[in-house]
């Protein structure tokens, strides 16, 4: 199996702040990457995927980039919305996710 | 619009089997694949295993042996049996959609809880 470790576990930022979060894969996953965001007492939302495809309805402020092994989620002027845990998720093997980031206002 | 739903029993007691239905409605069966997610108390996500749009189904390998996956095109539903289950089986259950027959989720179901518990 593809092992996916995302870092960091968990992250504190300000309002309008910049936030990045990385994700490594055990192999080369060619760019077969989502991203979703999870808010408390909900399922999973999808944000990215192909690394760099924007969900429909998801704002600009958040963008993926990366390929071979590296991926990274950035998320521009945070917003208290964003407070939720982001997960990973390679697609280019049977699916498995990241350990997950949770994201707090600071 | 497109939604899935799952339902089942909240408790199951251990070494018994649990029975899963993901109920979809908005997109057929036959042009998606559904997939089955879960959940450890808010923790990672694991996949499980997904019904493929044609009708044949995949597992992930630590499941192989207990986890099968079904469906219903006639009443759009998804079914996943596991049988001897644990207590580290307890977690919520989702189901997914992943476009295109690709592997990443673009839609999911609220999810179901399940305690395994005697």
């Known amino acids: 199996d593809i092992q996916m470790t995302q870092s960091p576990a968990s992250l504190s930022a300000s309002l309008g702040e910049t936030v990045t979060i990385e994700c490594l894969a055990s192999?080369?996953?060619?760019?077969?990457l989502a991203w979703y965001q999870q808010k408390p007492g909900k399922s999973p939302q999808l944000l990215i995927y192909?690394?760099?495809s924007l969900n429909d309805g998801v704002p600009s402020r958040f963008s993926g980039s990366g390929s071979g092994t590296q991926y990274s989620l950035k998320i521009n002027s945070l917003q208290s919305e964003d407070v939720s845990i982001y997960f990973c998720q390679q697609n280019y093997d049977s699916p498995t996710f990241g350990g997950g980031t949770k994201l707090e206002l600071k | 619009q497109v939604q899935l739903k799952e339902s089942g029993p909240g408790l199951v007691q251990p070494s018994q089997t649990l029975s899963l239905t993901c109920t979809v409605s908005?997109?057929?069966?036959?042009?998606?694949?559904v997939h089955w997610v879960r959940q450890h108390s808010g923790k990672s996500l694991e996949w499980m295993g997904r019904m493929w749009s044609d009708g044949d189904t995949s597992y992930n390998s630590a499941f192989t042996s207990r986890l099968s996956i079904s469906r219903d095109t006639s009443k759009s539903q998804v079914f996943l049996k596991m049988n001897s289950l644990q207590t580290e089986d307890t977690g919520t259950y989702y189901c997914a959609r992943s476009p295109l027959d690709l592997d990443y989720f673009d839609y999911w179901g609220q999810g179901v809880m399940v305690t395994v518990s005697s």
């Open positions: 192909y690394a760099n």
């Open positions: 192999e080369d996953i060619y760019s077969n």
């Open positions: 908005g997109f057929s069966l036959t042009s998606y694949s």
